[in-house]
């Protein structure tokens, strides 16, 4: 630490002012960065506070307060369970339905309205519409102002209804599903949700199990079975999963009523990985107890892959397991929407300032309040209903061109509110395993200390093998090396290092074919019963799959199979070798200790059961086995050269015991196994008492390859302006090797790697190392990441937002989650996360815009995203090609539909001004809904067709994409220039259909009416900037809905008028004057400062 301080004497204090003192590193609450923090929740909650969003907060926190108090968490106990007694149960347990309903008939109506009326713009129309059931307020008809709103919510309701109603079939499929249960008069059948704590359950293979049970028996003969678990955890491979020893000995299925036996399990928690609980049988003497662990249970919502199982239920309904770990998606609300919103308030502002100003000039004369609220009323097209209508659509109309698009198969659309993120994103999270590689691997390498063997070699280890098998079956001891061994001390010196490397080659893969979880699985062609089966399998190599957790390890057993060692047959308690000569070599498993995230290794013990030797073989990390292999020169050094190759490495070790050692370890075990406090420290304890010393085999090096087209994807995000953040459970060393082969980081950028702290001062020192590199990566591992964010939060993310790439390994999934919610709080940016398996779900959930791989880890993440993708390099085009067009269109769209109701408030506002401020409105009825809808409705919907650069300009210079993400299409400048000319034409319309219209009042209303119409269009032909046929049609479908409902316009317009050239030349005149000026503006801007992309396309 004395180093550190004086090199950076003089430049920590005044780079970081962060506390030195040692009191400061003692006391959490005097670090700086609290203050503002602290200073934000003074500030005054006063009237502005609640008219600005104060009263939301006040009544969801009531609707909470009111919710807790009428479902009161029970509180989750242990529980003991009698076999096939729910009757005999203390408690009372909840129901085994599921339900994933978000309303009942009750809370349907109330329900959705809420979550409509929360917004500004919805709850500002249903104040306007109920204002007209007040006689004195009634402008114009109940429909004008019912009907786009009934239409909306109406769209809204059976929208959400059918989703109510998929919800609850979806339900009420799962919840009838007939299962067997066994009671004393044998088996009758129950609904799933029928079923009760304490049932006996029969399973059959691919049903899925309806409730969190202990496995007590099964058909197959080995006593264990295979559950798929992919709808729980996203992973794709088989489990396998062991009955209880003592009720699988039972003669027959009924002998489980004729014992007396219960299971003591722990309480309902969330941890999916881990279980602990005893079976007892009573009726014996003495009691025969069993400690019950993670392979005894089968949850809920997995699928039985193998044979029939009965079992005993212990949670049900939200206990279960799957329920427990259902996180709720929160309802993700886009950038865009909420800049709307704020303009609607702006708008909503200024609107009543109009009407104030109206009565104001009136000279607050007679019942003024009332013509104020007339006012707001009259004004109130300023902000026009149809702004939700046409958003939605063109949203839904954003999603089917994003699933319509050739160039990016298999992509879906399933958060329909959001596509105008895609165009806004600044950070993107990635995952790396599945979705920047490929999840297949590759045995690469294998080290044996003295020697190495890559890819081209492999046929020397093939020869090793046949020869030393060769050797042992000449010899009489079968099946075993120690055979050999004596006639190799008699020959010369000459040849015994060779035979030496040649032992250690066959010792390594010996460990590699024994060492490991995988089970082999053999198609049977017969569709019959188990049984029968079972005599037709052809235990050829072409019919053998191999099943494992992980697909390293069955890399590794295919890897021997090609060596000629190969895994032929494996049940709970033994294991089938098959030599290169065709010999079968038979283990018995004594003990296996399975992979943790925490031990980072597994471990098995097998006797062999020709000679009764007992090894125990262990493989792990380097940097678990580092400590417990004998001591070497060459371990840490080689681990290192494979990390930079880009491989995962695995250390090989052994240890022979003798009967005795095994004896005594054994009965140390099962003690440790059955304690009920602290079980796991206690197995660990006696576990690692093993895990001294060991022989240390090899090293194994395997390649996990990237997916297509990763390279250049990723440069395409970096150029466009995406900050890419890679975050991983992996180990440091493949974490870096992957970001550089990926070109995450460039090969020109140094890489800063975070040293590991574990308190504030390391913490402190650390970050002002890091402080003084510029433009470099950064590399920090989970932990020493969340000592940096306990202290340091605020400081820590502004510099990691000034790295060009961030990797950060050894993430949980609540971490992933942690690091996206706090690059939303301190950069106010956008957010992206990508992932494929289960483990990413929350961080995809947790971001403004969430991306799911389908990968081979399964379809949890892309069912719970908002987009999901076949393959990494789809997002280029998903950004840069959808994202652009959908944020400029739903930006144009959304200003051009409010250019729409201010100009009609501006007639309306000279139209009363003139009237001597009479509140009466300008245009009654049906005009008004026409104008809305059928007659201007095509052609501004029909931006949402409308595009700037072409999709090959997009993808070709993707610095396009910088400007978007400054939120420059729709702001208050771009706003207040829509503002001016809504102004500016609405001023024009009619004052000029004022002077020119000639005796009677109807023509004013015609004139400016026609005119208003032609000028709508035109200005649409104004904003397009790329015409597509459809523009065309809506442009003159429009004028040709216009023209031919005037002849059924009688009661607002003088036909006979209509019909003269006056009416034309005037109308052509006011548009003239209305249009011809912004055309001239445009022509001279796009000749004078045209913007960005026009200089690439012309």
Known sequence: MSRYSLEDEPSNLDEMPLMMSEEGFENDESDYQTLPRARVNQRQRGLGWFLLGGWKVLCGSCCDCLAHICRRK????????WLGCPEKCEEKYPKNSIKNQKY??????????????KFFLNLYFLVVACSQFVPSLKIGYLYTYWAPLGFVLAVTMVREAVDEVRRYQRDKEMNSQLYSKLTVRGKVQVKSSDIQVGDLIIVDKNQRIPADMIFLRTSEKNGACFIRTDQLDGETDWKLKVAVGCTQRLPAVGDLFSITAYVYAQKPQLDIHSFEGNFTREDTDPQIHESLSIENTLWASTVVASGTVIGVVIYTGKETRSVLNTSYAKNKVGLLDLELNRLTKALFLAQVVLSIVMVAVQGFVGPWFRNLFRFVVLFSYIIPISLR????????????MIMKDENIPGTVVRTSTIPEELGRLVYLLTDKTGTLTQNEMVFKRLHLGTVSYGTDTMDEIQSHIIQSYAQVTSQPSNGSTSGATPSRKTQTSGPKVRKSVSSRIHEAVKAIALCHNVTPVYESHVNGETESAEADQDYSDDNRTYQAS??????????TQSVGLTLVNRDLNSLQLKTPSGQILSFHILQIFPFTSESKRMGIIVREESTGDITFYMKGADVAMASIVQYNDWLEEECGNMAREGLRT?????????????QDFENRYNQAKLSIHDRGLKVAAVVESLEREMELLCLTGVEDQLQADVRPTLELLRNAGIKIWMLTGDKLETATCIAKSSHLVSRSQDIHVFRPVSNRGEAHLELNAFRRKHDCALVISGDSLEVCLRYYEHEFVELACQCPAVVCCRCSPTQKAQIVTLLQQHTANRTCAIGDGGNDVSMIQAADCGIGIEGKEGKQASLAADFSITQFKHIGRLLMVHGRNSY????????FVMHRGMIISTMQAVFSSVFYFASVPLYQGFLMVGYATIYTMFPVFSLVLDQDVKPEMALLYPELYKDLTKGRSLSFKTFLIWVLISVYQGGILMYGALVLFESEFVHVVAISFTALILTELLMVALTIRTWHWLMVVAEFFSLGCYLASLAFLNEYFDLSFITTWPFLWKVSAITLVSCLPLYIIKYLKRKFSPPSYSKLSS
Not at 74 to 81: G, I, P, Q, S, Y
Not at 550 to 559: A, Y
Not at 888 to 895: E, M, T, V
């Open 888 to 895: 400029k269109r739903s930006a144009a769209l959304g200003q």
């Open 550 to 559: 992980s697909p390293d390890e069955v890399e590794l057993v295919r890897w």
């Open 104 to 117: 009942n008939i009750f809370t349907f109506v109330p329900g959705v309205l809420y979550q409509q009326f």
């Open 389 to 400: 209508v046409n958003l939605d659509m063109g949203k839904s109309a954003y999603g089917w």
């Open 650 to 662: 695995l250390v090989v070790a052994k240890k022979c015991l003798s009967e005795e050692q095994y």
């Open 74 to 81: 029970k509180e989750l106990k242990a529980r003991t369970v």
